[in-house]
């Protein structure tokens, strides 16, 4: 399977702490992407970073990007009750058709 | 609301009959995915058009499923002779590739959730 898999498939934490996922792959790609899933409900795109860079930051979001590892990873910090969720790492191998292969997710819980 | 939508939500079904799904994307995307997902599970992909091409199908796409995109605008998924396993959510997604390049960032719709009985 040439899909992203993502290591621990479930965390529990407190609030105000941060959270690490870590997701690995198998072949050279053209960029990662994670994504968020609260239950029973569609994916919302959190981050893309391309294979050309290291790091990227969103708000209390931060990912890397190993590609000599094949591996990224998602930091959340100063977690919130809200950030409960599935965390999905999806990459894209290039090409014009731009579709993702998903990972099995890791499932977050944060708890107040 | 100008996000991705779809219809129905939800779909209860007996074994053995069809069902379609609809997918409105976001009115500029040009490219739309269709992806499985099942319970524990990430999502899979299923197939891509990019306007009214399709371009590119799983082999989970057996031939009871067909998909359809007229016009290069809402999309239409139909399954066949329903089996239990066809049980889960069928998600829909677009992105755009404009004269800058394609953008990877796909938006997801809220799925279309199938229980076959």
């Known amino acids: 399977s040439q899909q992203g898999e993502e290591d621990p498939q479930a965390l529990s934490i407190q609030e105000g702490e941060n959270a690490t996922m870590n997701c690995s792959y198998k072949?050279?790609?053209?960029?990662l992407q994670w994504y968020r899933q609260n239950s029973g409900r569609g994916l919302v795109h959190l981050i893309l970073?391309?294979?050309?860079?290291r790091e990227k930051h969103s708000g209390r979001l931060r990912v890397t990007l190993d590609t000599s590892k094949k591996s990224s990873s998602l930091l959340i910090t100063a977690s919130r009750a809200a950030d409960t969720a599935s965390y999905f790492c999806a990459v894209n191998y290039g090409g014009s058709q731009g579709n993702l292969i998903f990972g099995k997710g890791t499932k977050l819980s944060v708890k107040p | 609301d100008t996000g991705v939508s779809q219809n129905p939500r939800h779909k209860i079904t007996k074994r053995g009959q069809n069902v379609t799904f609809r997918c409105d994307p976001i009115s500029e995307h040009n490219r739309l995915y269709w992806y499985r997902q099942t319970l524990g599970q990430g999502p899979e992909f299923l197939t891509y058009f990019q306007n009214e091409a399709q371009l590119e199908k799983s082999r989970l796409l057996s031939d009871r499923f067909s998909a359809e995109r007229p016009k290069g605008s809402f999309s239409t998924l139909e399954i066949q002779r329903t089996e239990q396993g066809d049980s889960a959510m069928y998600l829909c997604?677009?992105?755009?590739?404009?004269?800058?390049?394609?953008?990877?960032?796909?938006?997801f719709g809220p799925g279309t959730r199938l229980t076959v009985l």
């Open positions: 997604a677009s992105s755009s590739s404009g004269l800058a390049g394609p953008s990877h960032e796909q938006f």
């Open positions: 072949t050279s790609i053209n960029n």
């Open positions: 970073i391309r294979s050309n860079e």
